[in-house]
């Protein structure tokens, strides 16, 4: 019996055991986030006074001892109201080329932290009216062109948000946005709109 035992000890040594790893989500801007993992969704929220977070638990597989690197690929889709992901130069240095779906490569037994700094401006509509909102655009200082911001209407009780360009010191980004409504109403009275800048969301209530 004892050698049947010493036989097998290695082998169960060498089977390995089921792991897992953390995604940790950092939110360090004032709005929402929202994002996928492995078919599932999630929201969370922002804070002016703090980091919220999240941690998504994911099975990193069987890890044999001596045997393969440990991590797991996950694919992942992540935005927010003021953040998009960001491609970086060898320098570390923010490109400008933004995107939104990618994958990650979880650590087993680790956690893996996504900071998310804000990147963009925004605007959110909420409609409190009694009418459906049909249309909801904007033109800027230098460009007369209406540029929609939505594909389907905005019932009433809805909301919708977008991210903009921000104003920086360098460049000044002067919004005004036309809001139409089902009954034919426009309402334009959001013009010249020159504060947006990293992180600020111009909210647009209609009673």
């Not at 006074?49 to 440990?70: E, H, W």
């Amino acid at each position: 019996m004892k050698k049947i035992f010493l036989f097998i000890l290695p082998i169960i040594i060498l089977a390995g055991c089921s792991t897992e790893g953390d995604i940790k989500i950092i939110n360090r801007t004032d709005h929402y986030l929202y994002f996928t993992i492995e078919g599932n969704d999630y929201i969370l929220e922002g804070s002016p006074d703090s980091d919220p977070s999240k941690s998504i638990t994911v099975d990193t597989g069987s890890q044999f001892l001596f045997l393969g690197d440990g991590t797991t690929e996950v694919d992942m889709t992540l935005e927010g109201e003021t953040f998009m992901m960001q491609l970086a130069n060898p320098d570390g240095f923010p490109s400008g080329e933004y995107y939104t779906e990618t994958t990650l490569n979880v650590p087993a037994n680790e956690t893996l932290k996504i900071y998310c700094e804000p990147t963009h401006a925004g605007v959110k509509l909420i409609n409190n009216s009694e009418v459906d909102v049909v249309d909801f655009s904007y033109y800027t200082d230098d460009n007369d062109s209406l540029v929609a911001l939505i594909d389907y209407p905005i019932l009433s009780g809805d909301s919708t948000w977008s991210r903009l360009k921000a104003t920086t010191a360098y460049d000044s980004v002067i919004y005004s946005f036309v809001i139409e409504y089902e009954n034919g109403w426009f309402d334009s009275s959001y013009v010249d709109i020159d504060d947006l800048i990293v992180d600020e969301q111009l909210r647009i209530e209609l009673e």
